[in-house]
């Protein structure tokens, strides 16, 4: 078991877990949708996968650590699994998102250059694509419908306002115009898509991905900003209303591109594609709607993604105009933006163009889906388990392979019994085991398990049976004092000796004559066999490693 | 030499680790470890995992609804064992904790439209206080349990090595 610091170990663990349990996430997410729906959206899946990798693992492991903070706090806990509070709990994830501001322009570009190459692959194969409401860079087009659209510039105050602090401090930051100001907050978003994906209500999904979206600064931020998009998409989609969702991804994609003059190039650059796009768009659009219809999230995605391929394809055209990274970035996402947006505002006509607004959780019902309140709050509630569930495959050993949230629950049964069990096996370890030393094992035990240092065996022998020897050699570090008198109490003295100088023996230990008899006696009276013996054994040398090593036999 | 790195006093883990070595100290002071019957080695054990239980709902207090599970049936337990009347009060007082806080947490579980009932229900027999959660937040303490879990048996397993090595 790895002794370091737990908050280290905890780190890492994640951190390597995140590796695993991101993508395993992220491309079950994918898989997920594909599996439903057709045969080629999986296929699409799996090639975008390795894309989603990268980035997710250093998402996820930025991610678990904040979790893992967040479970130590209280306050922050509740916000982790409550979307209702969203203001305050922005605060948590804007301190996440506090990283990500501090590049926006490298996350930007990171993010295009990962998006790029996902839509390339992805179009390909995957008819509609998944749709990526963070686009970065898709604003251009968007964005000037969306300026037209005041309805849809109040839902990016709202939008904003979910996301509570990640909005305000990333709108700051970026210096957007005032134009762009209500889409700039979707920047923000591009480090941390979670926000949008957050807008949905989600909380959890919000302090999960503002954590992502610190790592959105990394290199890999790009893959996760693909990946991000993809699972943005899906918990987008189950939230809103075509229209809405379109709006949103109009805000993420400006919030993407966002950076202020990139986000501008973008927008004139993804605009022209944009208008070329919808009639393409309608086409997949049709199709994709005749799906969404299903009221099937993982339909969504599949039509989305579907529609974004559609996109994506296009917007490798419209990359070739573009010679900047960003502006490509910007292109795709806005083309990709734009014209699922065209797209969708066509269709909308018939569909239900007011998204409902919930009064805690401002959740707009997707494309397609049923706006009924309690279909909405369901969605809700199943965005929140699968973001928990994302976790649990972290925290949960050899989960990272499983998928489908059947056999993961499985998984996680097995584990907390048997972490259980191994409890139970401990607990009677311990109530068959001789104590040593039963007086300052506490404040050793405590010094020694809390700083996790390696090798409890070698602590186990010094501080019993160094304790008052003078003539303990030198090879014993720390535990000799040096000419320490022989005392009457010994608990005194133990604990003297190891406060002072308690350092774990590295295996050197001397004992004065009568190792054996001391071994006998420490099982039941360690320190008064050592000071029975010390006077006796300031002429002798001790060999300490073979009588410790009878000892350990006999213990 | 020690850690340069130390863990946060504050941390769960130490604070667990204090608690739960303080209570081996009581326990093994209770009674001579020479004694070696089986009787007693298994209610010594039963002992230290009350013990491991209970330093480890302390230490997450009242945060957690499993470890406000815990420490409820700790405490009815214990009541029970000591004075009927008290146990009957106290239950009464601790089922009422109980269900202020299911309610505040959650309906009575329910499906939730995603169709995991089975191993839902498993999981809540296996987490304590599980039976008041719904899906979302029975996932929520599992995660957090888990992390205690294998805290737990971290420290637990460096005090046998320390104590057997």
Redesign the interface.
């Known amino acids: 078991?790895d002794?370091?610091?737990?908050?280290?170990y905890?780190l890492e663990k994640r951190n390597d877990n995140s590796l695993n349990y991101q993508t395993s996430g992220m491309s079950s997410a994918w898989q997920f949708g594909g599996s439903n729906l057709t045969s080629t959206p999986m296929s699409l899946v799996s090639s975008d996968n390795p894309l989603v990798i990268g980035s997710s693992s250093a998402s996820a492991s930025m991610g678990d650590s904040f979790?893992?903070n967040l479970?130590?706090h209280?306050s922050n806990?509740q916000n982790?699994?409550f979307c209702e509070i969203n203001v305050q709990n922005g605060a948590s994830s804007s301190n996440a998102m506090g990283i990500g501001r501090g590049g926006p322009a490298s996350v930007r570009s990171s993010i295009d250059r990962p998006f790029e190459m996902g839509w390339n692959a992805a179009s390909s194969m995957l008819k509609g694509g998944i749709f990526l409401p963070n686009a970065s860079g898709v604003l251009p087009s968007s964005l000037s419908q969306l300026q037209t659209d005041s309805a849809f510039i109040e839902r990016a105050a709202k939008f904003s306002s979910f996301n509570g602090g990640n909005f305000s401090d990333i709108v700051n930051p970026f210096g957007i115009p005032e134009a762009m100001g209500v889409y700039a907050r979707g920047v923000g978003l591009m480090q941390g898509p979670q926000d949008v994906y957050t807008i949905s209500g989600v909380k959890s999904i919000s302090g999960v991905e503002s954590q992502r979206s610190k790592l959105m600064t990394t290199e890999a931020s790009r893959d996760l900003q693909a990946e991000n998009r993809a699972t943005q998409e899906s918990p987008l989609k189950n939230e809103r209303n075509s229209g809405s969702l379109v709006r949103s991804n109009e805000e993420a994609k400006q919030g993407n591109g966002g950076s202020g003059n990139e986000s501008n190039e973008a927008e004139s650059s993804g605009g022209a594609g944009g208008h070329d796009e919808p009639s393409a768009l309608d086409g997949t659009a049709g199709e994709s709607s005749a799906k969404v219809l299903s009221s099937k999230k993982r339909k969504r995605i599949v039509q989305e993604a579907e529609v974004d391929q559609a996109k994506g394809s296009q917007s490798p055209v419209e990359a070739a105009k573009d010679g900047a990274e960003n502006q490509q970035k910007g292109d795709q996402n806005q083309t990709t933006m734009v014209n699922k947006t065209t797209a969708k505002h066509g269709k909308q006509g018939s569909q239900a163009s007011d998204p409902p607004k919930e009064e805690y959780i401002h959740v707009r019902a997707r494309r397609g889906q049923a706006t009924n309140s309690h279909s909405l709050a369901?969605r809700v509630?199943?965005e929140?388990?699968s973001e928990?569930?994302k976790?649990?495959q972290d925290?949960?050993p050899g989960c990272n392979k499983v998928t489908g949230?059947?056999v993961m629950?499985?998984e996680?049964?097995n584990?907390?019994?048997s972490?259980?069990r191994?409890?139970?096996f401990?607990?009677?370890?311990?109530?068959?085991?001789?104590?040593?030393v039963?007086c300052n094992?506490?404040g050793l035990?405590?010094?020694?398990?809390?700083?996790?240092?390696a090798g409890?065996?070698?602590?186990?022998?010094s501080p019993d049976l160094s304790v008052g020897y003078p003539p303990l050699h030198p090879s014993q570090p720390g535990l000799c004092p040096g000419g320490f008198p022989v005392m009457g109490n010994n608990a005194d003295i133990i604990r003297r000796t190891l406060s002072s100088h308690?350092?774990?023996m590295t295996g050197g230990f001397k004992e004065p004559n009568q190792l054996s008899n001391a071994w006998e006696d420490e099982l039941?009276n360690v320190v008064q066999m050592n000071y029975g013996t010390s006077t006796a054994s300031d002429s002798q040398e001790v060999n300490g490693s073979q009588p410790s090593g009878h000892t350990?036999v006999e213990? | 030499m020690n850690n340069p790195h130390h863990l946060n006093p504050t941390s769960l883990k130490s604070r667990f680790t204090t608690r739960f070595l303080r209570a081996l100290t009581k326990i093994r002071a209770q009674k001579p470890i020479s004694s070696s019957s089986p009787t007693e080695i298994f209610r010594r054990y039963r002992r230290i995992k009350v013990a491991a239980d209970k330093s480890m709902a302390y230490s997450v207090r009242s945060r957690r609804i499993w470890s406000r599970a815990m420490l409820w049936k700790l405490r009815s337990r214990s009541y029970r064992r000591q004075d009927p009347c008290s146990g009957r009060r106290s239950g009464k007082t601790s089922q009422a904790i109980m269900k202020k806080s299911s309610n505040e947490n959650t309906t009575t579980r329910r499906e939730d439209g995603v169709g995991f009932v089975e191993e839902a229900d498993e999981l809540r027999q296996l987490v304590p206080g599980g039976e008041t959660m719904n899906l979302c937040n029975l996932l929520d303490e599992t995660a957090h349990y888990i992390k205690c879990l294998t805290t737990q048996v971290q420290v637990m397993k460096k005090i046998a090595d320390f104590y057997s090595f």
């Open positions: 078991m002794v370091g610091e737990k908050d280290k905890e979790c893992s479970w130590e209280p806990s982790l699994g369901e509630r199943r929140k388990i928990r569930m976790f649990l925290l949960v949230k059947a629950l499985d996680i049964i584990y907390v019994q972490l259980q191994q409890v139970e401990l607990s009677m370890k311990l109530a068959t085991v001789n104590p040593r039963d094992i506490e035990l405590a010094k020694d398990i809390i700083q996790s240092r409890p065996s070698t602590l186990g022998f308690f350092t774990p039941h350990k213990l």
